[in-house]
């Protein structure tokens, strides 16, 4: 089976790679889905984050991917027959989000799994990483 692992990365933390190094236990292939988000204001677009992100993806993981998309989530795995989500939580928080967008997903036909954050990597946020210290 094949999942997407969809995101803005911006940018691609130790908790990312962490999820995508756990991901390819579960399933055949793993797209990491480097998405526009329209309540976000990244740095650089869709395709630079996704280059950055294959930068750090080490080669000999062979089932994993990463392709840059502009839309739904779940458009995208009807057109590439990923028959599920992979998202990653790091609290309580992160999983009333997740679950929410798990809901909508579910009702278009596409499944979504949790993977817990790993606990020395839950208070890793891309804002926090993103954002200058004093």
Known sequence: MRAVYPGTFDPFTPGHLNVVERAPDLFDEVVVLVAVNSSKR????????AAAVRAILPVEWTSVTVAAWNGLTSAYCRQHDVGVIVRGVRNTTDLQAEYQLAAM?????????FLPAQPELAAVSSTAVRTPRY
């Open 42 to 49: 990244p740095g650089t677009d869709e395709e630079a984050r």
């Open 105 to 113: 997903n579910q009702s278009l036909g596409v499944p979504t799994v």
